[in-house]
C-alpha cells in the first residue's frame, strides 16, 4: 500500500470516527495520531485532508448533495460519505492531485472498508463531482 493510501485512510478513520461515535475532531485526532504515517509528508498529507473535511464539511456535502441524485446525504453508508467527503476535499482544494488518481484511490478504499456495491456508487457521485475542478 502506498503512503500516500494509507494517509487517505487514516484520515478516512478519524472522519469516521466523527461521524459515527460523535467525537471531536481533536478527539479523533488525539486518538489515531499513532497510526499516521511516519514519513513527514506523508502526515502532513493526512492532516491537511482530515483537517480540510473537517474546516469545510458543511460546503462538501451540499457539494455531495447536489450531485448525489436521489440520496440523501444522511442516509448514505457513514463509510461511504466519508470516503466521498475526503475524495471531494481533495478534488476542490488540492489540485496537484490529478482528478483520477483521487477517485481510483476513494474506489480502492470503499472495495476495502465498505460493501460489494460502494465502489461503484462512489465512483458514480465523484464522477460528477469531479466537474467542479476548474484546472481539469
Known amino acids: 500500500m502506498s503512503s500516500r493510501r494509507q494517509a487517505r ?23 489515531f495520531g499513532e497510526y499516521l504515517p511516519k ?10 485532508i482530515f483537517k480540510g473535511v473537517c474546516a469545510k464539511r458543511e460546503e462538501i456535502d451540499l457539494l455531495i448533495a447536489k450531485y448525489a ?5 444522511d442516509r448514505m453508508a457513514t463509510v461511504d460519505r466519508n470516503i466521498i467527503r475526503l475524495a471531494a476535499y481533495e478534488i476542490i482544494d488540492m489540485p ?3 482528478i483520477n488518481v483521487i477517485i481510483d484511490e ?7 472498508y465498505s460493501t460489494k456495491d460502494s465502489s461503484k ?14 484546472d481539469d
Open 9 to 31: 485512510e487514516c484520515s478516512l478513520q478519524m472522519l469516521y470516527a466523527i461521524d459515527n461515535c460523535n467525537m471531536s475532531a481533536d478527539v479523533a485526532y488525539d486518538s
Open 106 to 112: 476513494a474506489v480502492e478504499i470503499s472495495k476495502k
Open 96 to 98: 496537484g492531485t490529478p
Open 121 to 134: 456508487f462512489v465512483n458514480g457521485i465523484l464522477d460528477k463531482l469531479k466537474a467542479v475542478r476548474k
Open 69 to 73: 441524485q436521489n440520496w440523501e446525504i
Open 39 to 48: 514519513e513527514e509528508a506523508y502526515r502532513e498529507f493526512a492532516v491537511k
